[in-house]
Nanobody, 120 residues
C-alpha cells in the first residue's frame, strides 16, 4: 500500500520559515525512480504545482512565485522529499500536498496534505 505522509506544516508569521517533509512507503519501484513534487491548494482555489525534483540528476523546477524562497530536495535513502520555505507570505497559506509520479509506468500518488498558515 503506497503512502505519502506530509509533516511540518503549521502557523507562522510573515517572513518566517517552515520545512515540510514527505515520507514515502509501499512503492512498487525504487523511490529514486519517482519524480517528486509539492502542490498547494488555497481555500476556494485549484491545486497548483509549487516545485518538482526529478529523477534526472535531481533537477528542480519552481513556480515563479516561490523562486528564490523555496527549495525542494530529496533523500532517496530515507525515501523522503522536503520543501524548505523561507520568507513566507500570507499568500503562501494553503494545504501543501506531496505528489509522486513514475513517468515510465505512469503511476501517480498523493499525500493527504499539511496545512500551512502564514498570518500575523
Amino acid at each position: 500500500q503506497v503512502q505519502l505522509v506530509e509533516s511540518g506544516g503549521g502557523l507562522v508569521q510573515p517572513g518566517e520559515s517552515l520545512r515540510l517533509s514527505c515520507t514515502a512507503s509501499g512503492f512498487t519501484f525504487d523511490f529514486s525512480n519517482y519524480d517528486m513534487s509539492w502542490y498547494r491548494q488555497a481555500p476556494g482555489k485549484e491545486r497548483d504545482l509549487v516545485a518538482t525534483i526529478s529523477t534526472v540528476s535531481d533537477s528542480t523546477n519552481y513556480v515563479d512565485s516561490v523562486k528564490g524562497r523555496f527549495v525542494v530536495s530529496r533523500d532517496n535513502a530515507k525515501k523522503m522529499v522536503y520543501l524548505q520555505m523561507n520568507s513566507l507570505a500570507p499568500e503562501d497559506t494553503a494545504v501543501y500536498y506531496c505528489y509522486a509520479y513514475h513517468r515510465v509506468v505512469g503511476r501517480a500518488y498523493w499525500g493527504q496534505g499539511t496545512q500551512v498558515t502564514v498570518s500575523s
